[in-house]
């Protein structure tokens, strides 16, 4: 069990839907990432938040959007949904640091129809 | 800015063979590099970790990996595969950009055992 806990398991919507899902960070853990992981495009590393902030961003699209609340927990907001959107969410945090290691959620699947 | 490559997205070995998984990276000095599996319907594990300290890492379920400066290699290595070992690999690097870190992901390698 790696501490990081996301909702949902799976959702599935429509295109041009709003989705939002859910992150809550190991203990102790300041920093929470977001990725994309597809079969075309691999584990794409969407944005990272500290503390609160936004930190670092990769390559999200404008349809998405993230936040990270004063309890640490972050969601990750996804609108006007296309079918290529479908994919798997992961939330991963970590300690601040190059050499720390970060630790993953089991991600949301995304089916969209 | 790092980068990582893993040669091969696909690896098949026998059970009991020896694994090598390969990673080479491009980054400024110091790189540090990680080595994360992903079972089927889970998120990705930390197996192991290089931070300079030796450059041979140990790591869980009887992985290694060897920090190669002069080849910017950091292979993984089992010496016998089980069938538990089929799973995805990723080699990781960690980047500081503007504002923080970042850890950047290879393609993956999808490891086959066969009985």
């Known amino acids: 069990d790696s501490g990081v806990t996301q909702t949902p398991k799976h959702l599935i919507t429509a295109t041009g839907q709003r989705v939002t899902l859910r992150c809550s960070p190991r203990?102790?853990?300041?920093?929470v990432y977001w990725y994309q992981q597809s079969l075309d495009q691999g584990l794409q590393f969407l944005i990272q938040?500290?503390?609160?902030?936004?930190?670092a961003k990769g390559n999200i699209l404008e349809r998405f959007s993230a936040q990270q609340f004063p309890d640490l927990h972050s969601e990750l907001n996804l609108s006007s949904l296309e079918l290529g959107d479908s994919a798997l969410y992961f939330c991963?945090?970590?300690?601040?640091?190059?050499?720390?290691?970060?630790?993953f959620g089991n991600g949301t699947r995304l089916t969209v129809t | 800015a790092q980068s990582v490559t893993q040669l091969g997205s696909h690896v098949s070995v026998s059970e009991g063979a020896l694994v090598l998984l390969r990673c080479n990276y491009s980054?400024?000095?110091?790189?540090?590099l990680f080595w994360y599996v992903q079972y089927p319907n889970q998120g990705l594990q930390l197996l192991l970790k290089?931070?300079?300290?030796?450059?041979l890492v140990k790591g869980i379920n009887g992985f290694e990996a060897e920090f190669k400066k002069s080849e910017t290699s950091f292979h993984l290595t089992k010496p016998s595969a089980h069938m538990s070992d089929a799973a995805e690999y990723f080699c990781?690097?960690?980047?500081?950009?503007?504002?923080?870190?970042?850890?950047?992901f290879g393609a993956g390698t999808r490891l086959f055992v066969k009985a």
């Open positions: 290089y931070t300079s300290a030796a450059t």
């Open positions: 991963a945090s970590g300690r601040d640091g190059a050499n720390s290691p970060l630790h």
């Open positions: 990781a690097v960690s980047d500081r950009g503007t504002g923080g870190f970042k850890t950047i």
């Open positions: 203990s102790g853990d300041l920093s």
């Open positions: 980054s400024s000095v110091p790189p540090y």
């Open positions: 938040y500290y503390n609160g902030e936004e930190r």
